[in-house]
T-cell receptor, first 112, second 112 residues
Framework: SQTIHQWPATLVQPVGSPLSLECTVEGTSNPNLYWYRQAAGRGLQLLFYSVGIGQISSEVPQNLSASRPQDRQFILSSKKLLLSDSGFYLC???????????FGSGTRLTVV | GENVEQHPSTLSVQEGDSAVIKCTYSDSASNYFPWYKQELGKGPQLIIDIRSNVGEKKDQRIAVTLNKTAKHFSLHITETQPEDSAVYFCAPPGGSNYKLTFGKGTLLTVNP
């Protein structure tokens, strides 16, 4: 069966520090991978998505970047965090769209 | 791109009552209509979906109805229980093969 792993669950980082969040998927090949951010409140903002190794599409220009070094690994990074980067970060995968997305459990990032 | 609106933004019902959440979309190319449930501190989970060649789908206490002519689909929850309390999102894809467009969410509270 397919599973998605996202870590860490919570993270408190000072302003100006770097960030690396990792997401891995098991049990499927060539998934589409996504990073979302959910700020206080309810909206889900798509940050990046990838349809293959090394292929990254950015949805919103910002202080973050994404990489996909392996088929089932998706990494969200920042060189210098801003206060506005605080939020709930969610990784998700899909194979096509007709089965929807499967989300990870999320990382709660607080920048102080 | 796809424009998605969800109504209402908050909904409070008594246990045992029914709840209905409506999602309107703009892109007639949408052919897949999912609903997600997000409990506090967790990632969203797909609870029910429908394809464009079907008008209604039921799964126990939840159902989704689709009106492609009017470009809206609705989530129906019957015999609500306190554990149904969560934020619900609709997420049609528009014409994209890779991305879902999420509504802003509906906070459902079921009062015991």
């Amino acid at each position: 069966s397919q599973t998605i792993h996202q870590w860490p669950a919570t993270l408190v980082q000072p302003v100006g520090s770097p960030l690396s969040l990792e997401c891995t998927v098991e049990g499927t090949s060539n998934p589409n991978l996504y990073w979302y951010r959910q700020a206080a409140g309810r909206g889900l903002q798509l940050l990046f998505y990838s349809v293959g190794i090394g292929q990254i599409s950015s949805e919103v220009p910002q202080n973050l970047s994404a990489s996909r070094p392996q088929d089932r690994q998706f990494i969200l990074s920042s060189k210098k965090l801003l206060l506005s980067d605080s939020g709930f970060y969610l990784c998700a995968w899909s194979v096509g769209l007709q089965g929807g997305y499967t989300f990870g459990s999320g990382t709660r990032l607080t920048v102080v | 791109g796809e424009n998605v609106e969800q109504h209402p933004s908050t909904l409070s019902v008594q246990e045992g009552d029914s709840a209905v959440i409506k999602c309107t979309y703009s892109d007639s190319a949408s052919n897949y209509f999912p609903w997600y449930k997000q409990e506090l501190g967790k990632g969203p989970q797909l609870i029910i979906d429908i394809r464009s060649n079907v008008g209604e789908k039921k799964d126990q206490r939840i159902a989704v109805t689709l009106n492609k002519t009017a470009k809206h689909f609705s989530l129906h929850i019957t015999e609500t229980q306190p554990e149904d309390s969560a934020v619900y999102f609709c997420a049609p894809p528009g014409g994209s093969n890779y991305k879902l467009t999420f509504g802003k969410g509906t906070l459902l509270t079921v009062n015991p």
